[in-house]
């Protein structure tokens, strides 16, 4: 190893809820993913579950690109390519817009999803049941924020069962929700984290999976023991040299503080669009928020594929200086950390515009 490298797995882990956990590191999130099941596959086996080889993960979510990877969640940008994974098993994803159970609450909702999780579990085996994995916040799913009653109850059917329960933070971690990681939001501690984008802002690549002590602690002894994994370029001296830089960055200028503020401001600002009669919802977290555009906003009727919102919308943004990952009924924010509130302003001030043109073009104001 090198000087960067372990000083950053020290600043990792001064940063993470456990402070002895253990990084290992990868060179993108789709490794950092499948590196994180791996090792909650091997921690089972080597702890009395030698069954388990199951990872359960929610419909619609995106965990990445490679052949495992994208065996999870199911995401609509996924590129399937053959069977998926053997063990890979699906659970509803949570929203209250448009919820999967009945429920009057956002909190009764996120429990119905949440058991979702168990309910899988007890007709799997849990002694096949090796992981389940989430993101804090789904972006690809919609980036519908669950209340934290929703993650405590993901945290009890964990322990419950002896599942590991992993956190895709590869979008959340290192400041996007506000915190320096999105789980900290609810409150509740995962076994692994798998993180990667905001890890070095993409200077570099690296990503890694994070491991607490009591995972980390069942691959020291002998060589039966060994977690046996490695990444080509994972650890690369000049991309941790580049992370500890862009923490450092992170902590002068109170990046994570300044997501959570601009975060709060962005959403008074979005909460204004409602005053068109397209806007269904405003939702989201920290500085990952989306406005979502329907048809009706009594019935949450989408709007059909021939009103052209994929292609307008998008053009509509560009004409006013603005990029969306997702554009066309939803319209997704997800800018630098460093944004300030001028900068929320011409933001909200051109989504606004766009959204007013649209109205106008499809006769509705």
Not at 316 to 333: M, N, P, Q, T, V
Request: hydrophobic share 45%; aromatic share 8%; charged share 20%.
């Amino acid at each position: 190893t090198t000087i960067p490298t372990i000083e950053l797995s020290g600043k990792i882990a001064q940063l993470y809820h456990d402070k002895d956990a253990r990084v290992f590191f990868v060179s993108g999130g789709s490794e950092a993913v499948e590196t994180a099941v791996k090792m909650a596959k091997k921690y089972q086996m080597l702890t009395g579950k030698p069954r388990a080889y199951k990872v359960i993960s929610r419909r619609g979510s995106y965990h990445g690109a490679t052949a495992m990877a994208v065996s999870l969640g199911r995401a609509a940008a996924a590129d399937p390519a053959g069977p998926e994974m053997v063990g890979a098993v699906h659970v509803a994803n949570y929203s209250f817009y448009r919820p999967p159970f009945d429920g009057r609450t956002p909190e009764e909702v996120a429990l119905k999803c949440a058991n979702d999780f168990e309910t899988a579990i007890v007709h799997q085996g849990p002694e096949t049941v090796a992981a389940m994995i989430a993101e804090p916040v789904s972006q690809m799913a919609g980036i519908h924020v669950p209340p934290p009653v929703y993650w405590q109850r993901l945290r009890e059917i964990a322990d419950r069962y002896n599942v590991v329960l992993i956190a895709d933070e590869v979008i959340t971690g290192f400041g996007r929700l506000g915190e320096w990681f999105g789980m900290m939001a609810f409150g509740v501690e995962p076994d692994i984290s798998a993180v990667a984008k905001a890890l070095t802002s993409g200077y570099a690549p690296l990503a890694a999976a994070i491991a607490t002590k009591r995972i980390a602690d069942a691959f020291i002894g002998g060589e039966e023991q060994t977690f046996r994994h490695i990444i080509t370029f994972g650890g690369l001296p000049g991309s941790t040299a580049a992370a500890l830089a862009n923490l450092a960055i992170y902590e002068r200028e109170d990046l994570v503080g300044n997501a959570k503020r601009m975060g709060e401001y962005l959403a008074g600002r979005l909460q204004e669009l409602y005053e068109h009669p397209i806007v269904g919802d405003v939702r989201g977290l920290g500085l990952l928020q989306v406005v979502e555009l329907v048809a009706d906003r009594e019935t949450k009727e989408r709007f059909p594929a021939e009103a052209g919102l994929a292609k307008r919308v998008p053009a509509l943004l560009a004409e006013r200086g603005l990029h969306s990952f997702r554009a066309g009924d939803l319209i997704s924010f997800c800018p630098p950390l460093c944004i300030t509130k001028d900068e929320v302003d011409f933001m909200a001030s051109g989504v606004d515009a766009a959204i007013g043109t649209i109205e106008r073009e499809l006769g509705v104001r």
